[in-house]
């Protein structure tokens, strides 16, 4: 049967960015050309805050008191399997060498970069999962020197039960600043931090748009747009766990896209029935953004079989994916195009994202089609050697030659020739093309 849509979204993530980048560009040169005093009015205007911008051991220790001990242990639960799960993944990269012809050796080597520039949102909530999952991956790799940033609550600073998981997490220097003032402060090194060589971390459109424009003359984690989740059901599935998870992810935003891929009717049916009525059990400024989201931007997607759930599935390339069907082995070896995969209606996206291990910075919009998310590989730099012996060399450099100047690239050649004449001064090489 041809692929139906029972719900289709009215509008989509593009068709609702605002124009900020004019903005943000104005306020990276101000930052860029006035430094720490830039920074410090923009926080007092952004986010109402004169008090220090770097925050010290002692307000460190003063949050941690803040900080109940259940939610304290709640983090470091969080944090190890964090830890435990980036231990894992650098354990899949090493160096290697290979002699690649004789006497001629290449390799690789795994080093991480030196600074990196973690963001934490703030406002409404205490995002101290996104703490997590940028720190403590940025620790593991083993980078230098870790700044971390979050925007400050104009009467106590940053949240502290976020100080805590900062300084848990392994956070050398901690600022006082959100925004693009944050961005801008960790990019150009200010505040007594060093320039970052990576900004990293989740934050709204202008914290995006500031790490889109840096990009380049800093490396970025990704571009980040709303989040999204889609849900792949069969009649197995219970329909009032799909819609709670679609719920779930719509608090995000308003423009935080939901799909539903299903093949029983009477299921896909049964969620639509469901969630307005879930969406009420929300606190108001929660439900508010699942309303809209639902509305606007939620699809529910009837296919005739599995084969066209994941052709659907490949498509969206979501940031989350989640299979609540039968026979697990069989979606886990199909499924191409997500930034994590969530597997059975045991585990949800909400896990991923607080607590189980994996990271939840993953590309969305689309961009899963060619990225993965923020893991310990991406504070890594993959570089190569190569070495070689006289006669390892000469092979080598008779080729270079030819192929250089057949390029076109004489000096290239000449750099080939004369290890030759160097090495081998009794030998006779035919050197052109």
Partial sequence: MPIKYLKKAV?????????VRSEVQKMLDRLKREGEAAARI?????????GEIVVSQEAIE??????????QDDIRFAHDNIRRF??????TTSDCSIEVSPG????????????VGCYVPGGRYSHIASAMMT???????????ITACSPPSHETGIAPATLFTMDLCGAHRILNLGGVQGIAAMAYGMFGAPKADM???PGNQYVAEAKRILFGSVGIDMVAGPTDLLIIADQTADPYLVAWDLVGQAEHGYNSPVWLVATDRALAEAVIRQVPSLIEELPELNAKNARAAWRDYAEIILCGDRHEMVEVANRYSPEHLQVQAADLDWWLSQLRSYGSLFLGEETTVAFGDKAAGPNHVLPTSGSARYTGGLSVHKYMKTVTWQRASKDGSRPIAAATARISRLEGMEGHA????????????????????
Avoid: C, M
């Fill in 86 to 91: 980036a231990e894992a993944q650098k354990a």
């Fill in 199 to 201: 900004l990293v971390g």
């Fill in 135 to 145: 720190i403590t991956t940025a620790a593991v790799a083993g980078v230098s020197h």
């Fill in 42 to 50: 923009y926080a007092r205007d952004f986010d109402k805050w004169v």
């Fill in 414 to 433: 000449r750099t080939a020739d004369i290890r030759l004449e160097k090495f081998f001064p009794n030998e006779n090489f035919r050197l052109s093309v």
């Fill in 11 to 19: 509008r989509t993530a593009e068709s609702d960015q605002e124009q």
């Fill in 62 to 71: 003063n949050a941690k008191k803040l900080v109940p001990q259940q939610l």
């Fill in 104 to 115: 001629f050796w290449a390799g690789q080597k795994q080093i991480p970069v030196g600074s």
